[in-house]
């Protein structure tokens, strides 16, 4: 079975300032990553994926993911946060065989303060 | 192209009793799969349909039910509420199932409140 961990329930940074939410996995097989947004009452928002190839993928709105086998983790990360990037993030992984089911991590709550 | 659409936005029901949850799909896309977000949670995967068939099946109890209708659309049915099914309800659709590499698009959910 897989799962995912995020093990900050809440990331504060200033806004400027790089950022950087956490995530690790744990998968048979080789795994699909995703981050996901979500503003208040709102549905997922899809920010980028990982799926083979370069271990650093680039999403919308300027965030980024690192891949990162050894260590089974993919980091969200963005170079200069902003107050409106202040959301609930959630990164959910995929295996092979599992159809379209996603496993997601429990969330993590970026607070970018002016 | 309108994204995936849920209807209702909020619902309110009492314990025991019955509802239905509606989600259109992405125009172009045969796969709809349904999570239960409980407040403070990451989503939990329910069901997953494609062409009308249960392609997927979460830990949850038969009293969750779904369907899929010829124009891809789909309802999610729960029976016998009880207050720990309060929660947002997200469809989500994607191409094709079993595409592991596709993405997997959100609608805004239904607000699910049992009192």
């Known amino acids: 079975a897989q799962s995912v961990a995020q093990p900050e329930d809440q990331v504060n940074v200033a806004e400027g300032n790089p950022l950087t939410v956490k995530c690790t996995y744990s998968?048979?097989?080789?795994?699909?990553l995703f981050w996901y947004v979500q503003y208040p009452n709102r549905g997922l928002q899809f920010l980028l994926k990982?799926?083979?190839?370069?271990?650093l993928v680039k999403g919308s709105y300027g965030f980024e993911a690192e891949f990162n086998k050894s260590q089974t983790s993919f980091h969200l990360k963005k170079p200069s946060a902003l107050v409106s990037d202040s959301a609930l993030y959630f990164c959910?992984?995929?295996?092979?065989?599992?159809?379209?089911?996603?496993?997601f991590g429990g969330g993590t709550r970026l607070m970018v303060k002016p | 192209d309108a994204g995936v659409t849920q209807s209702p936005t909020h619902l309110i029901k009492t314990r025991g009793q019955h509802v239905t949850l509606r989600c259109s799909p992405i125009?172009?896309?045969?796969?709809v799969s349904w999570y239960q977000q409980v407040l403070g949670q990451g989503p939990q995967f329910i069901f997953q349909?494609?062409?009308?068939?249960?392609?997927g099946r979460g830990n949850f109890p038969d009293r969750f039910s779904a369907r899929q209708f010829p124009n891809y659309s789909s309802e999610l049915n729960v029976n016998a509420l009880l207050l720990g099914d309060s929660a947002l309800y997200l469809c989500?659709?994607?191409?094709?199932?079993?595409?592991?590499?596709?993405?997997?698009?959100f609608g805004p959910g239904t607000r699910l409140t049992v009192l």
């Open positions: 959910a992984v995929r295996v092979r065989g599992a159809g379209n089911m996603l496993t």
């Open positions: 998968v048979s097989g080789n795994p699909y």
């Open positions: 990982y799926i083979t190839g370069d271990n």
């Open positions: 125009s172009g896309h045969k796969s």
């Open positions: 349909y494609y062409e009308k068939e249960e392609r």
């Open positions: 989500a659709s994607v191409g094709l199932a079993g595409a592991v590499t596709d993405t997997q698009y």
